[in-house]
Every structure is written in C-alpha cells, then in structure tokens.
C-alpha cells in the first residue's frame, strides 16, 4: 500500500513538472525578447562585396574621408570622428568632432578610445585595417569614389545604413538633374580641350577619364587630352604627364589639384613649364588658363558636394558672356 501511494505521488510529480515546462516554453522572458530582437537585422554590401549585418542604425560613426563624412551629415547623421584636417572642417557642424587620421594613416588608438559601431574606409586602401577595427569591436564599411555615380552608390549605401533610404533617394535626384542641367548648356560638338594634373611638390600626374576628377570633367562638358594615356600601374586612374602629347593637343585650359600646399604646386608646376620652352605655345598657357582647382572639391570625394565641383569646371569651360 505505501508503495503504491509513492508510486503515485510520483508520477504526479512528473505530470506537474511536465506542465510546468511545457507552459514556460510559451512565456516570452526579457531575455527572450532581446535574444529575438537581436536578430531582426539589416544587410548591407560594401563596394569590397561584403555582407554587414547591422541590428539597428549604428550611432557612433567615424568617417576616414571627407567625403563620406560629408555624406552622413546631409543624410540626417553625425560622426564622433573625422579625418585630419590643416584646416577647417569641410561639414562646419563637425568642427569640434575628433580627428582621427585618414584613410592612409588610421590611429587606431584614437578609434578604440572613441568606441565607434562603425567606421567608414576606404576600398580596397583600408582592407588591410579590416582585422585591427573588428578586433576592438568595430565594423568596418569600405565604399570609395572613381566616378559621380560611385558617390550615388555611397549615397544610397549610407541611406541604408542609417535608415534613410527616402533622403537618400532625394540626394541623388538632387545629383542627377543637376547634371541634366549641365547637359543641356554644354557643348554638343567642339567641347573645350583640358588637361586636368594630379600634382604633388615635384610630381604631376595627368587624370583620366576613370578617376573622379576626369569623369566630373568630362560631365561638366570639357574634353580630357590624356583620355588615351595608359593608366600607372599602381594608380591606374593617372598617367605619366606627357609634354610632347600635350603640346600637340594643345588644351584650352590646365587644371591642376592637389592634396597639399595649392600656392607651392602651382608655383613648381609654373616653373617647369617656364623652364620648357615648348609650353609657352599652348593656348591655355598664352591666354592664362592655368589654374589650380579647390582642395576640398578636388583633392579628395567632395561626397554631395560633387555639384559645387561640377560647376566649378562648367563655369569655367563655358563662362557666361558679361
């Protein structure tokens, strides 16, 4: 009779406790609630092809460019970091942010220190930073600029990013009938002739078409004396400077950018064409079209800028009569 009434109360024991766990399965605990939240993400594809997974809008950006940083802001954003600057902040709302290197020279201690949810690189130049962001708990999001419609493309990339797709799509509305409007003041037949240089202290590169510089060029209706030049090898968007071709090609204007001191590579720039008797026959030389291009919308992506650069060029290719 005792064994019976164990028995008994055993498999009750048994039965309660199975109710018990088949009920809790079906009480959703805060534990649950922020394991499931977790993982309702969103995807984006960097210009490196790969797959970011992001559980919300990241809140704690570092841009390593100007560009991008300049894109983030007009989308509704803001970084805790920015790159280095001798002057200025190009976005005047992030004058105060940090300056945490480049794309060329990262601190990464400066990074650590920030805590950023993200960072925003350069590609392919920044892949090789892409273990030491991860390692401090970072995600690294490579995007670059060879042409306008890359800018579109970092537009669109960052409206995802930050859940703006709408603004996004307006930016690049904005972009695109701008250029329409260029399309239609420019010449159809006999675009100005230009050579755009690349120039460093004692280095000057001529710009093709597949760099930023020369797609913006050829869109604000000027013609690229250097088009058939073959790329460097290890900047294929720049070729040697040729004097005996441009010479013969004889450009209506010489457009020159830079990264460093404008007034210093303008001067050298002039002193080498003053020390080579054959530039002084070119047109852009005799009517003194030589100029040097602003840093901040040449010498680096200009991000949602790139309509200032375009006008800048079109102004000067097509300059309305007084």
């Known amino acids: 009779m005792k064994s019976s009434l164990l028995w008994s109360s055993a498999v009750l024991l048994l039965a309660v406790t199975g109710c018990s766990s088949s009920a809790s399965t079906n009480v959703a605990t805060p534990s649950a609630i922020a394991a499931t939240t977790q993982t309702t993400q969103f995807t984006i594809t960097d210009f490196a092809q790969r797959q970011i997974p992001f559980a919300q809008s990241p809140q704690r950006i570092i841009a390593l460019s100007n560009g991008d940083m300049d894109i983030i802001y007009a989308l509704g954003g803001q970084v805790v970091g920015r790159p280095n600057s001798n002057g ?130 050829e869109v604000a209706g000027g013609s690229n004396i250097a088009a058939d030049l073959p790329g460097l090898q290890n900047f294929p968007q720049y070729a040697q400077l040729n004097t005996e071709q441009v010479v013969q090609s004889n450009p209506d204007y010489i457009m020159i950018m830079t990264h460093g001191n404008t007034d210093e590579v303008k001067a050298g720039f002039l002193k080498e064409m003053q020390n080579n008797p054959a530039w002084s026959s070119i047109k852009a030389v005799q009517n003194n079209q030589v100029e040097v291009l602003p840093s901040h919308l040449f010498g680096t992506n200009p991000g949602t800028k790139v309509t200032q650069a375009l006008d800048l060029i079109h102004q000067a290719l097509y300059p309305v009569s007084p």
């Open 88 to 217: 200025p902040a190009v976005v005047p709302a992030a004058e105060e942010v940090e300056q945490i290197g480049s794309t060329h020279e990262v601190d990464l201690e400066k990074i650590t220190f920030l805590q950023p949810d993200v960072v925003l690189g350069n590609h392919p130049m920044n892949e090789k930073d892409i273990p030491a962001i991860e390692g401090i708990g970072s995600k690294l999001i490579l995007t670059g600029a060879n042409s306008i419609q890359d800018i579109q493309s970092q537009i669109t990339l960052f409206g995802q990013l930050l859940q703006q797709e709408a603004k996004a799509k307006q930016l690049n509305q904005q972009i695109q009938d701008h250029i329409q409007t260029l399309s239609q003041s420019a010449s159809t037949t006999a675009k100005p002739k230009v050579l755009l240089v690349y120039g460093a202290p004692g280095t000057y590169m001529a710009a093709l078409p597949n760099s930023l510089s020369g797609n913006i060029l």
